[in-house]
């Protein structure tokens, strides 16, 4: 019996990565016209992939608009073969959400044109997440095809089933030798029967079946318009083997006709032995990185709840808006893109996508925010300030924020007369630019005018802020607030939870106060040199490492009843460069300043570190022992947590049995969303980044939390590391000298230290509120104008306080919650971030709704999964380890969408 080849026509199409996007845009023009020509012109040419992203097809339609309709005829006759994805996404640094979106915006799209490829197709993303089963099961997808993170001694074979991490088994296929494997073709026919039996060989000793994959094609490959006669001639040479024109899909059910039992695997996929993973790309191009977790974090716990609220009030709520901002993070989200693995021109558009999504996210809340803080009700107050609470609780806690205040006293008050506690931190006289601004519409309405105005930097105790919802607060003037802020040269500072103290040289002792341990020599920054290029970190061969506990700090305190604060400053003494450093030498300072605060009430320490970095090629990270001496890391993952090995002892063994197979060195730095913790079932230590999404458990006991801040590096690649032996990875001519990082540099995350074990501390909820800060909208007359675009009057309809929705006694964690993308009520995906513990808990709903249903990811849903509402309140699924539920609302009254 012959093995059939099924050669897959397709090319790899890179948007941007030593090229920008504007070259790749260009080229497709001719590229994808030829694709669309020579499918036209030649029945024999059956299929040709583009790689699996609708984003190509709106990058050739912009400036190609006539050829829309050849397009969707031959989508529909099934020879163009499209989706399911919008961008060719990573999976391990990027948010789930972000996944989620990129696959529903992708899978629309395709729509269309016509049918789209039900499979999980990623050729070249640097590892594959443990819940991408699960993911793409959310839109009805049960097969994946990819190349990077299964090695031989993993599986035998390129089939296997992939069991996620909360269960969810999908079909896989690993390309053994990449996605370009069979892109150079010979066509002379001595070298094609030389080529073809070496080549196909080799998957042939890779397949479980009678079937090979052999994909034609390889980055920025035009159409082989010759590709069937080519196959031909390989048909009549060899006799082993029978080459057609195929599918993935098509390739993908012969497999299954022929065979249905295989080996199942489980987890996430990083293994760098057969190709390379990258596993330190995750803090390449820090200050990218942090745009994007930003951002990500931004959109989806802040935006698009406080947009769904605002929708519920009877506001239109923007979808096309939030496609647009999306599809830039798609953008952006591209394996190489967020990877940063890139020339320093294309990483300049990555950084103008971000700079736009972060823009219109800005403006589109603040324009919402505004919307709701003019219509509430109140006696004309002067200056209101808005608080609006994007999470499922009601809070009271500090926050801190901008405003802008009168030279007059104040006092800060609830509606009912309560007085707030608040202290202002800093201010700068603006009143020239701020008055002048001012815009009358009505010059007859009398107004309240300050005679100075102060940028403020104010912190205040909000108390009992609503759940996805808020509360206004008022200015009453002339009034003396009774706190202020203390600065003095105190080394200590302390809170209910935590009592902090400074030590000489730079480092902090923590005192819990709840089990009162004693945490000492915290906080220790540690630099050492990188060797490495924009894919890898790789430490050089004469390394230097230096810590901050060998330089002396100047400490202050600033203290207030709500708030207090440590200043650390010192500077650290560095060798300049890779070849300084070899020899010993240190000739650069580097200045930092750490801000540690504890706020009034709040069980999390929080870190501001500001860094002048001068020096090249190093990274810098700071350490926290934990003194829990653990095999296993607990950390996020899109939807979920996932434990990983401290010290990977069977792949070390493997590696060094024969370094010489091996693509990379196994390393244990790894991804995270927003939290890693160790923990030893009655204590751990949490921490919480804003920012890089990399951690490392390091110490001679395994038990110190290292965070990578940054990382800087010379080139896009480099050859011979010590990580990565061989080649170079992407363009090793390419300088990438913006990718030293020169300048300031400001990093912020939080440590929180509890007393149970990690399910009973409920860490990923608490990850999330500290990810979702309460906003505060001012608004004032004298404020409407130029500065702000000056508005009419709206009449005062709104209450003053207000809740769309509530969690109670919930363990489940909220991953998003929007306006439905295609009805008029709500999407609310939850999903379980225990270790252990099933799900439990209820929603409360403040308004009346009609029904609720059990979604797919894809928000679309049959009857028979309604769900009961009993007095406005829903009781969720139970869901186990890493499980998703996502479930939408239709709200009574119709809302209409704009924008």
């Avoid at 912009?62 to 919008?86: A, C, H, T």
């Avoid at 006696?379 to 808005?386: A, D, H, K, S």
């Avoid at 004298?782 to 003053?800: P, S, T």
Wanted: net charge negative.
């Amino acid at each position: 019996m012959k093995n059939i080849v099924h050669v897959v026509p397709h090319s790899h199409w890179d948007r941007e990565w030593y090229f920008t996007t504007s070259r790749s845009k260009i080229y497709l023009m001719k590229d994808f016209k030829d694709v669309l020509d020579t499918l036209e012109s030649n029945d024999e040419f059956k299929y040709f992939m583009i790689d699996a992203q609708a984003s190509l097809l709106d990058d050739y339609l912009k400036w190609m608009p006539n050829d829309e309709e050849r397009i969707k005829s031959l989508v529909q006759k099934g020879k163009l073969i499209i989706g399911p994805w919008y961008t060719q996404t990573d999976q391990l640094v990027i948010s789930g959400e972000s996944i989620v979106r990129n696959l529903y915006y992708g899978i629309e799209r395709c729509k269309e044109f016509g049918n789209y490829m039900k499979v999980g197709y990623v050729p070249d993303s640097f590892g594959q997440s443990a819940q991408m089963p699960q993911i793409y099961s959310g839109f009805g997808i049960k097969d994946s095809l990819f190349w990077r993170g299964v090695s031989d001694d993993m599986v035998d074979s390129t089939e296997f089933n992939w069991k996620g991490s909360d269960g969810t088994v999908a079909f896989a296929v690993q390309i053994p030798f990449g996605y370009y494997y069979g892109g150079n073709i010979p066509e002379d026919e001595k070298e094609l029967k030389v080529y073809l039996k070496e080549q196909i060989g080799k998957l042939k000793e890779k397949a479980s079946t009678n079937n090979i994959y052999f994909p034609n094609g390889f980055d920025q490959a035009p159409i082989r318009v010759n590709l069937p006669e080519i196959l031909k001639k390989a048909n009549d040479i060899d006799d082993e083997n029978e080459y057609i024109m195929s599918t993935i899909e098509n390739y993908i059910s012969s497999v299954k006709s022929e065979r249905s039992d295989f080996k199942e695997l489980e987890g996430e996929f990083v293994n760098g032995k057969h190709m390379r993973i990258h596993k330190s790309i995750f803090s390449s191009r820090s200050d990218l990185k942090m745009m994007n977790n930003h951002l990500e974090n931004y959109i989806v716990n802040v935006v698009e709840p406080i947009l769904t609220m605002s929708y519920s009030l009877g506001n239109d709520y923007p979808h096309t808006t939030m496609r647009d901002i999306w599809k830039l993070m798609f953008e952006n989200a591209a394996h190489d893109s967020i990877g940063s693995c890139n020339s320093d021109t294309t990483n300049e558009d990555v950084y103008m996508r971000y700079k736009q999504a972060r823009d219109l996210s800005i403006n589109l809340l603040d324009l919402h925010m505004r919307l709701v803080s003019t219509k509430i009700k109140n006696n004309n107050e002067e200056i209101t300030l808005t608080l609006f609470n994007a999470s499922p609780k009601n809070r009271t806690e500090v926050i801190e924020f901008e405003a802008f205040v009168p030279e007059e006293d104040f006092i800060i008050k609830t509606i009912d007369g309560k007085e707030l506690k608040y202290v202002i931190k800093s201010k700068e006289d603006i009143s020239d630019y701020v008055l002048a601004q001012t815009i009358r519409l009505n010059p007859s309405k009398k107004i309240y005018v300050p005679s100075k105005v102060y940028k403020a930097k104010i912190v205040l105790k909000a108390e009992d802020v609503p759940s996805v919802g808020y509360c206004q607060v008022v200015f009453e003037l002339n009034k003396k607030n009774k706190l202020s802020v203390k600065e003095n040269k105190e080394t200590e500072i302390e809170n209910k939870y935590y009592k902090i103290s400074a030590n000489e040289n730079g480092s902090i002792n923590v005192m819990d106060k709840i089990s009162n341990r004693l945490y000492s020599t915290q906080a220790i920054l540690e630099e050492n040199g990188d060797d490495g290029d924009s894919y890898n970190y790789s430490p050089p061969r004469k390394d230097l490492i230096i810590s901050s506990l060998d330089f002396k700090s100047e400490v202050t305190a600033l203290k207030s009843e709500i708030q207090e604060e440590l200043i650390l400053k010192y500077s650290m003494k560095l060798p300049a460069s890779l070849d300084e450093r070899s020899i010993g030498n240190v000739s650069v300072d580097m200045r930092v300043e750490m801000k540690i605060s504890l706020d009034d009430d709040k069980n999390i320490i929080l870190f501001h570190i500001d860094v002048d970095n001068k020096a090249l090629s190093h990274r810098v990270r700071v350490l926290f022992n934990t003194e829990i001496a653990s095999k296993l890391s607990i950390a996020d993952q899109q939807f979920g947590v996932i434990s990983r090995q401290t010290v990977l002892r069977e792949e070390i063994k493997l590696w060094k049995a024969n370094e010489a197979l091996w693509q990379e060195k196994p390393i244990t730095i790894e991804p995270m969303q927003s939290f890693v913790t160790l923990e030893d079932g009655e204590r751990g230590l949490a921490l919480f980044t804003e920012g890089v999404r990399e951690y490392q458990i390091v110490g001679e006991k395994f038990d110190t939390i290292a965070l990578t801040l940054f990382r800087s590096f010379s080139h896009m690649g480099k050859e011979n590391l010590l990580y990565r032996p061989g080649r170079s990875s992407g363009e090793k001519i390419v300088e990438t000298p913006n990718s030293q990082l020169l300048g300031k540099l400001n990093f912020t995350f939080g440590i929180h230290i509890y007393n149970n074990e990690f399910d009973k501390a409920n860490i990923a909820n608490l990850a999330k509120r500290y990810l979702t800060p309460i906003q505060v909208y001012e608004y004032a007359d004298f404020l409407n104008g130029r500065m702000i675009f000056a508005l009419r009057d709206e009449e005062k309809v709104y209450e003053n306080k207000y809740s769309l929705l509530e969690f109670e006694n919930e363990n489940f964690a909220l991953s998003s919650l929007k306006k439905q993308e295609k009805g008029t009520g709500l999407a609310i995906r939850i999903f379980n971030p225990m270790k252990t513990e099933e799900t439990k808990g209820k929603i409360i709903f403040n308004k009346e709704y009609k029904n609720a249903y059990n979604t797919m990811l894809d928000e679309s849903y049959l009857k028979e999964n309604e769900i009961l509402i009993v007095n406005n309140c829903i009781v969720p699924n139970t869901l186990t380890h890493c499980k998703v539920q996502t479930i939408s609302k239709r709200l009574i009254t119709r809302h209409v969408d704009s924008h």
